[in-house]
């Protein structure tokens, strides 16, 4: 089972909201923008699971030690890697525009 399922939603929600704010964003901030994107995201189930399991993270990473510390690397990369990928593959593109 997941030791640090929480935080792996948190990284997953977070990469949700960056790549929809830089996409409804692309071409600048419009005051009419804000609603839709605020309805995109509270529809968004990995963004409920986020914000509905922020409070334990500081659980998963109680009594860190190098065991724990390996398995929060190996569950955290794969998500952080793909937030880092989504935003410059949205950025690339917003730039090609």
């Known amino acids: 089972m997941a030791q640090f399922k929480e935080s792996?939603?948190?990284?997953?929600?977070?990469?949700v909201i960056t790549r929809a704010c830089?996409?409804?964003?692309a071409d600048g901030f419009q005051a009419t923008d804000l609603p839709?994107?605020?309805?995109?995201?509270?529809?968004?189930?990995?963004?409920t699971a986020a914000i509905q399991g922020v409070s334990g993270i500081k659980t998963e990473f109680s009594g860190m030690n190098a065991v724990k510390?390996?398995?929060a690397v190996r569950e955290l990369a794969p998500p952080m890697t793909d937030l880092v990928l989504g935003v410059i593959q949205d950025l690339q593109a917003k730039a090609e525009k």
């Open 22 to 25: 830089i996409q409804q964003f």
């Open 8 to 15: 792996v939603e948190l990284v997953e929600g977070i990469n």
């Open 69 to 71: 510390v390996a398995e």
């Open 36 to 47: 839709v994107l605020v309805a995109k995201l509270a529809a968004d189930p990995k963004v």
